[in-house]
Structure formats: structure tokens, C-alpha cells
């Protein structure tokens, strides 16, 4: 277990401690030891970044000069990828992501869509000609401006900070903003090689900020509530977006939201690989810890029973071959905390008490070591009511609920609060399509196809959340529009 470095709180382009001289300790999920110690954050400290920010916003040119703003952004990627060893030792350690997983979903893959965004970002279009119109004689010529929205305060989650970070500090960047990052208390080291290589990229000093503590409300709630803070990114529970949406009211806060998900994967009867295909929908990728997981699995009636027994046979198959560290082709370690843990274990309590059957797994597993491991789990016999199907347990838990035909596959898919992600299997590729449509829900993978990348719109309907991250999209976010109509002096 690799020990990492003391994370400090990055303000007004300086490394430091907290004001008071306190830290809390960064706990690895593999083992439940302190693996680092990072910087408390106090208000008097969030109160410095929120005001560094608002300067450098307001008194430099980093938001009009798009060229200067593009060589700082690619130079500070160059840098993170020659810091890679780094983040892959954050990602493992820090974050708890299996050896296997750890470089192409964590940390390449960061990477890989941080350039796609600075590559997408020629094609925003921050002027637009309105066309000339002559009212009374005279001739007003329409222009329309994007501007930078001005200080953002970005506050994201500790599955894949990377990630996510990069989204929204570097669409942030691109479109002019200055930052506050808050990356989640239990994963501070993946925020603050954010601030730390923006100094080392020569970043103009108050540009991007970055904030740690122990409380995950302190700083977040500062941010939301402060006139000077102009718009909050954030990706988390729907629960806490209801609350930065109420909080960030009084100052008429703009609010961008990546929320939570309960995503349907529908298996229709014409799948030409039934087997295939419901075996590898087990809910083990990264311990079922991602907001747009497949955690409903959608087979038809007529094939129940035969998808229960493919279901069993996999998670049997994958039984002894999750929750170790030096896999180099594991994909499944623990969950986040102890808390994350018992969060897990009280809803697969809850599912049994629903009525709903246990195929396998429910344990929590002692025996794997000291971390917080939680074994691949299965419901069947779920129905769309009940809890464990309307709610985000965020844990590898999945739910197995049977359908009628088509029309009853959408209704239970659409049935939820949700709609972030989903899937749709079939050997009738325009009944896929017809049944993709029908979904209430912002990416859809038909057949296996690719619906998310840096290049790509990402978001979701209803409690899911508001707006959209990555490509051009994601960095508009960012923007305002200004409108000028102008006529000509005349001598």
C-alpha cells in the first residue's frame, strides 16, 4: 500500500496548510489505514479561495484571452500525464479501484476525454451575427456573445474524481471561469494535484483553487450561498442537489447537476446471445459504485427462469476473483468507507424484509482484510416498487425484475424518480431503436454501442439531474449569452 503525500489547500496560486494547522486523515478503502493526511479547510480558508477566484476573475484578462486560456489548459494535461504512476497510486489507494480498472476507467480514460474537450473546444461558437434590422431608420446590427459565467464552484464525488475533476475544471477553464474545486472528503489527493500542477503550469495565481476538508458541508454550503460564487457544478446523491438548489435560491445561483441514477438494462426475448449477455450484466464494475450503472436488469417473463440460472452460474464464476489488491486484471475492490459499507448492507437487509429473493451473495466479507468489502449481490423476484428497485444503493447491487412485452419493459423503466443511463439488448436492431426512444433517460447503449465519452452530451431526465457534461455542450455550461444590437454614429 503506497503511502501518499500530505494534500495541502491550494489558494490564490500558493500551496499551503489550512489556517488553523489541522488535518484529517485520507483513509485507504483496501485496508481502513491512514494512507495520508490532508488539509482541514476552514470557513476563513474557503472565504480566501472564494475571494481569490472573484479577483482574478474580475480583474484579469484570463477570461477573453481564449488562446492564452487553451495552452494553459493542454499544458497542465501534458503534466498530468507525465505524473500518470501518480494518479494511478491516488486511484488505487485513495479511491479503492481494483488493479484492473484503475488506468483505462480511472485514469486514461480522465485523460484521453480531458483532450477531447480541448479539441471540441474550437467549434464553440462565442460570436454569432444576428443579422441587420432597420426599425425607424435606423440600422441596429445584432451580434451574439458567449461570456465566461465568471466563478465557479465545482464540488465532486469520490467514485471517479478524476473524472469527473476534469470535467468540470477543465470545462470550467476553457470557457473562461475561474474555480473553486471541492473534491469529496474521502477522496482530497485526486482534487489537489489539480491546484498543485496548475502552479506548476504557470496558472494564473487565483484561476483555480482548491479546497479540502473533513466536513463534506462546510465549504460546499459557503460556496452556494455566496453572491460571489456565480455557479455550481455538481455531481453527487439527488438528495444534496435538492438542497444546493434551495440553498443557491437567494442569490439566484445558476446550478449544474449530475445526479443519481437507477438505470434499466433491457433484455428483449429476441436477443440472438440471451446467455451472454445477462451473464455479463453482474453489477461488479468498480463495486457497482457509479451513477450510471445498470442496477435494474430487465428480462422477459418468458425467459425468467433461464436468466436466473445464467445469473447464478456468473457470479458463481466471479465468486473468488474480486476484492484483491494486486490483480492486475481485477475490476472490483471495496466500497469507499465504513459507512458506504453499512449504507450497502442495510439495503440488502431491506430487500429480503421486501420480499424480494436472494439469489447470491448479501455478505459483508471480513475475511478479504481490514477495508470495506461487500460481495457481489443479486435480487430476483424484485418488483419495481419496492425499494431496492427505486433507489440508488450505489453498491454492487442488482435487481433482476421480470416483464410482459415491450410496452411493459418501458413502463417499469421509465417507473422511476431516475433517468440517467440505460440499455437495450435485442437481434432487431430497429426495435431496439423504437424501445431506446421510448426511455425517459439521457444516454442509451443499444447492443452494446458507445453512448458516453468527452466528446460526447452527458446527463439525465427528471431527478437525475440539469444540464449536460462533456463536449461542446459541457463547456456552454460554463457560459453566458450576451446580445448586442448596435447602430453606427453618424458625423
Given at each position: 500500500?503506497?503511502?501518499?503525500?500530505?494534500?495541502?489547500?491550494?489558494?490564490?496560486?500558493?500551496?499551503?496548510?489550512?489556517?488553523?494547522?489541522?488535518?484529517?486523515?485520507?483513509?485507504?478503502?483496501?485496508?481502513?489505514?491512514?494512507?495520508?493526511?490532508?488539509?482541514?479547510?476552514?470557513?476563513?480558508?474557503?472565504?480566501?479561495?472564494?475571494?481569490?477566484?472573484?479577483?482574478?476573475?474580475?480583474t484579469s484578462d484570463w477570461s477573453r484571452d481564449h488562446q492564452k486560456r487553451v495552452g494553459l489548459v493542454q499544458k497542465l494535461l501534458?503534466?498530468?500525464?507525465?505524473?500518470?504512476?501518480?494518479?494511478?497510486?491516488?486511484?488505487?489507494?485513495?479511491?479503492?479501484?481494483?488493479?484492473?480498472?484503475?488506468?483505462?476507467?480511472?485514469?486514461?480514460?480522465?485523460?484521453?476525454?480531458?483532450?477531447?474537450?480541448?479539441?471540441?473546444?474550437?467549434?464553440?461558437?462565442?460570436?454569432?451575427?444576428?443579422?441587420?434590422?432597420?426599425?425607424?431608420?435606423?440600422?441596429?446590427?445584432?451580434?451574439?456573445?458567449?461570456?465566461?459565467?465568471?466563478?465557479?464552484?465545482?464540488?465532486?464525488?469520490?467514485?471517479?474524481?478524476?473524472?469527473?475533476?476534469?470535467?468540470?475544471?477543465?470545462?470550467?477553464?476553457?470557457?473562461?471561469?475561474?474555480?473553486?474545486?471541492?473534491?469529496?472528503?474521502?477522496?482530497?489527493?485526486?482534487?489537489?494535484?489539480?491546484?498543485?500542477?496548475?502552479?506548476?503550469?504557470?496558472?494564473?495565481?487565483?484561476?483555480?483553487?482548491?479546497?479540502t476538508g473533513s466536513d463534506p458541508a462546510l465549504a460546499g454550503e459557503m460556496?452556494?450561498?455566496?453572491?460571489?460564487?456565480?455557479?455550481?457544478?455538481?455531481?453527487?446523491?439527488?438528495?444534496?442537489?435538492?438542497?444546493?438548489?434551495?440553498?443557491?435560491?437567494?442569490?439566484?445561483?445558476?446550478?449544474?447537476?449530475?445526479?443519481?441514477?437507477?438505470?434499466?438494462?433491457?433484455?428483449?426475448?429476441?436477443?440472438?446471445?440471451?446467455?451472454?449477455?445477462?451473464?455479463?450484466?453482474?453489477?461488479?464494475?468498480?463495486?457497482?459504485?457509479?451513477?450510471?450503472?445498470?442496477?435494474?436488469?430487465?428480462?422477459?417473463?418468458?425467459?425468467?427462469?433461464?436468466?436466473?440460472?445464467?445469473?447464478?452460474?456468473?457470479?458463481?464464476?466471479?465468486?473468488?476473483?474480486?476484492?484483491?489488491?494486486?490483480?492486475?486484471?481485477?475490476?472490483?475492490?471495496?466500497?469507499?468507507?465504513?459507512?458506504?459499507?453499512?449504507?450497502?448492507?442495510?439495503?440488502?437487509?431491506?430487500?429480503?424484509?421486501?420480499?424480494?429473493?436472494?439469489?447470491?451473495?448479501?455478505?459483508?466479507?471480513?475475511?478479504?482484510?481490514?477495508?470495506?468489502?461487500?460481495?457481489?449481490?443479486?435480487?430476483?423476484?424484485?418488483?419495481?416498487?419496492?425499494?431496492?428497485?427505486?433507489?440508488?444503493?450505489?453498491?454492487?447491487?442488482?435487481?433482476?425484475?421480470?416483464?410482459?412485452?415491450?410496452?411493459?419493459?418501458?413502463?417499469?423503466?421509465?417507473?422511476?424518480?431516475?433517468?440517467?443511463?440505460?440499455?437495450?439488448?435485442?437481434?432487431?436492431?430497429?426495435?431496439?431503436?423504437?424501445?431506446?426512444?421510448?426511455?425517459?433517460?439521457?444516454?442509451?447503449?443499444?447492443?452494446?454501442?458507445?453512448?458516453?465519452?468527452?466528446?460526447?452530451?452527458?446527463?439525465?431526465?427528471?431527478?437525475?439531474?440539469?444540464?449536460?457534461?462533456?463536449?461542446?455542450?459541457?463547456?456552454?455550461?460554463?457560459?453566458?449569452?450576451?446580445?448586442?444590437?448596435?447602430?453606427?454614429?453618424?458625423?
Amino acid at each position: 500500500m503506497t503511502l501518499l503525500p500530505t494534500g495541502k489547500l491550494i489558494i490564490n496560486g500558493q500551496m499551503r496548510d489550512a489556517q488553523s494547522g489541522k488535518t484529517y486523515e485520507d483513509i485507504s478503502p483496501w485496508t481502513g489505514a491512514t494512507i495520508a493526511h490532508v488539509a482541514d479547510a476552514s470557513a476563513a480558508d474557503v472565504e480566501e479561495a472564494i475571494a481569490s477566484a472573484r479577483h482574478a476573475f474580475d480583474t484579469s484578462d484570463w477570461s477573453r484571452d481564449h488562446q492564452k486560456r487553451v495552452g494553459l489548459v493542454q499544458k497542465l494535461l501534458d503534466l498530468f500525464i507525465a505524473n500518470r504512476d501518480r494518479l494511478v497510486a491516488i486511484a488505487r489507494d485513495e479511491v479503492g479501484s481494483a488493479n484492473g480498472m484503475v488506468l483505462w476507467a480511472q485514469v486514461d480514460n480522465a485523460l484521453k476525454c480531458w483532450q477531447d474537450l480541448i479539441d471540441l473546444f474550437p467549434r464553440v461558437q462565442f460570436e454569432k451575427d444576428f443579422g441587420d434590422v432597420n426599425v425607424g431608420g435606423r440600422v441596429s446590427r445584432r451580434r451574439g456573445f458567449l461570456e465566461a459565467v465568471g466563478v465557479v464552484g465545482a464540488i465532486t464525488p469520490w467514485n471517479f474524481p478524476f473524472f469527473v475533476n476534469a470535467e468540470k475544471v477543465v470545462s470550467g477553464l476553457l470557457a473562461g471561469c475561474t474555480v473553486i474545486l471541492k473534491p469529496a472528503p474521502d477522496t482530497p489527493l485526486a482534487g489537489t494535484i489539480f491546484g498543485e500542477l496548475a502552479i506548476e503550469a504557470g496558472f494564473p495565481a487565483g484561476v483555480l483553487n482548491v479546497i479540502t476538508g473533513s466536513d463534506p458541508a462546510l465549504a460546499g454550503e459557503m460556496l452556494v450561498r455566496d453572491p460571489r460564487v456565480d455557479l455550481i457544478t455538481f455531481t453527487g446523491s439527488t438528495g444534496v442537489g435538492k438542497r444546493i438548489m434551495r440553498e443557491g435560491a437567494d442569490t439566484m445561483k445558476r446550478v449544474f447537476l449530475e445526479l443519481g441514477g437507477k438505470s434499466a438494462n433491457i433484455v428483449l426475448e429476441d436477443e440472438p446471445n440471451f446467455a451472454q449477455v445477462v451473464g455479463q450484466s453482474i453489477l461488479i464494475f468498480h463495486a457497482g459504485q457509479g451513477c450510471a450503472v445498470q442496477s435494474r436488469l430487465l428480462v422477459p417473463k418468458s425467459r425468467y427462469e433461464e436468466a436466473k440460472a445464467v445469473l447464478k452460474a456468473s457470479y458463481e464464476a466471479y465468486a473468488d476473483a474480486w476484492g484483491h489488491y494486486d490483480d492486475p486484471h481485477g475490476i472490483m475492490g471495496p466500497v469507499i468507507s465504513r459507512r458506504q459499507q453499512e449504507r450497502i448492507k442495510d439495503y440488502i437487509h431491506l430487500g429480503v424484509e421486501e420480499g424480494a429473493t436472494l439469489l447470491v451473495g448479501g455478505n459483508l466479507r471480513l475475511d478479504k482484510g481490514d477495508g470495506w468489502f461487500v460481495e457481489p449481490t443479486c435480487f430476483v423476484d424484485v418488483r419495481n416498487d419496492m425499494r431496492i428497485a427505486q433507489e440508488e444503493i450505489f453498491g454492487p447491487v442488482l435487481v433482476v425484475i421480470p416483464y410482459e412485452d415491450d410496452d411493459d419493459a418501458v413502463r417499469i423503466a421509465n417507473e422511476s424518480p431516475f433517468g440517467l443511463s440505460g440499455g437495450v439488448w435485442s437481434g432487431d436492431i430497429d426495435r431496439a431503436m423504437r424501445v431506446a426512444h421510448r426511455i425517459r433517460t439521457g444516454n442509451v447503449s443499444v447492443n452494446g454501442g458507445m453512448s458516453m465519452g468527452g466528446d460526447l452530451p452527458f446527463g439525465g431526465y427528471k431527478q437525475s439531474g440539469i444540464g449536460r457534461a462533456w463536449g461542446v455542450e459541457g463547456i456552454e455550461e460554463y457560459l453566458e449569452t450576451k446580445v448586442i444590437g448596435s447602430v453606427e454614429a453618424k458625423a
